[in-house]
């Protein structure tokens, strides 16, 4: 296998590893607004990603970074073809981390609100706008022979595309059902889990069909038992929810995307990003590929600084390990204001020294 092949399936793995983490942080911040029924409640819910949301954005930074190094081509095109969705989803992903930062900083009804607003549709907007540019990189935006987007700004995001941001969204509020089911105890368990049941049918569907559309594309027909595959682990996912086994239901659920982000990128290659306009202008592994050289030394800084990134957030997931209930939420402290100095006061002894 040559390193430009082996870069394409890392830089898979990156993307699948994001989809399946982030995933299920950004279903729970999709379901802060229907799932929860007191305040209470929504805080376990923010609490069983709190520990780790900020971790499994690495994964997407990983990603983009590789495809930035490896295949500077791919990076170039897609992103600059997706400039307005890109832009939208880095808005979304600044003002969900500063709705985790400062939701619990003032208390207030109306800031909480607020901040949870942010956090809802934010994590919506960050789904859908990741599995958009996932599916237009494996199924097409016009690009000429240069590489270069044709048409406006919005031309790389047509109707087609919309499958993949549907599926993400859909993946995303199963997974982050079956996470608050399987970190969570008492009533909000119970209601998460048949959440969870009645989300599968549907959040399936457009994951199987993005995958089937791929394959119908690159006419790659035996790969239809990638399809296939995906949706009996669907289907196995919601039979282990409705007998209430949400960690197998969670496992399940995880394998159908594996199983299809698997059988996208392998119809797919070797084509990295198609051109809806003619397959001549389709960018490969091999012509959007940086030199040997370079992905050797990526190569060897890989080998050793993975093994360290994965090592330390499997080690954040085992502490965190232990289900949450309204319980062990402590009592919301009242922000106090500073007190006021008096005008006469003397001077510190340590600015004094400053001065």
């Keep these: 296998m040559d390193l430009a092949t082996l870069w394409f399936i890392l830089i898979v793995v990156l993307w699948l590893g994001y989809l399946f983490l982030e995933g299920f942080d950004l279903g729970v911040g999709m379901l802060l607004g229907r799932l929860p029924r007191n305040e209470t409640e929504r805080r376990v819910m923010i609490n069983t990603v709190g520990p780790v949301w900020d971790g499994n954005e690495v994964w997407l930074v990983t990603a983009i970074g590789a495809m930035f190094a490896a295949f500077p081509h791919w990076y170039a095109s897609l992103l600059s073809a997706l400039y307005l969705p890109i832009l939208l989803v880095v808005l979304a992903l600044i003002l969900r981390a500063c709705a985790f930062e400062w939701r619990g900083k003032h ?203 994965l090592t330390y957030q499997g080690w954040t997931y085992w502490v965190f390990r232990r289900r949450l209930s309204t319980g062990h939420m402590p009592q919301v402290h009242p922000v106090r204001p500073l007190p006021a100095q008096p005008p006469d006061a003397p001077e510190s002894e340590e600015s004094q020294v400053r001065s």
């Design 107 to 309: 208390d207030s009804d109306r800031w909480r609100t607020w901040w949870t607003a942010c956090l809802t549709w934010g994590s919506a907007i960050i789904a859908f706008g990741v599995g958009q540019a996932l599916a237009a990189t494996t199924l097409g935006i016009p690009l000429d022979d240069n590489g270069n987007r044709l048409g406006g700004v919005l031309a790389g995001f047509h109707p087609l595309t919309w499958i993949g941001g549907v599926a993400a969204v859909g993946f995303a509020l199963v997974h982050g059902a079956l996470y608050v089911a399987l970190k969570t105890e008492g009533d909000l368990r119970y209601r998460a889990r048949k959440l969870s049941y009645l989300l599968i049918p549907a959040g399936l569907a457009p994951l199987a069909t993005w995958a089937y559309l791929v394959v119908a594309r690159a006419q790659a027909w035996p790969l239809l038992i990638g399809v296939a595959a995906t949706v009996v682990a669907g289907a196995v996912a919601w039979w282990r929810s409705s007998v209430g086994r949400e960690g197998q239901a969670f496992a399940a659920w995880g394998l159908a995307l594996v199983t299809a982000i698997a059988t996208i990128f392998t119809a797919a290659y070797p084509v990295v990003l198609p051109s809806s306009i003619s397959s001549d202008a389709d960018l490969t592994v091999t012509s959007a590929a940086v030199s040997d050289y370079t992905l050797t030394v990526m190569t060897w800084a890989a080998a050793f600084g993975l093994p360290v990134v």
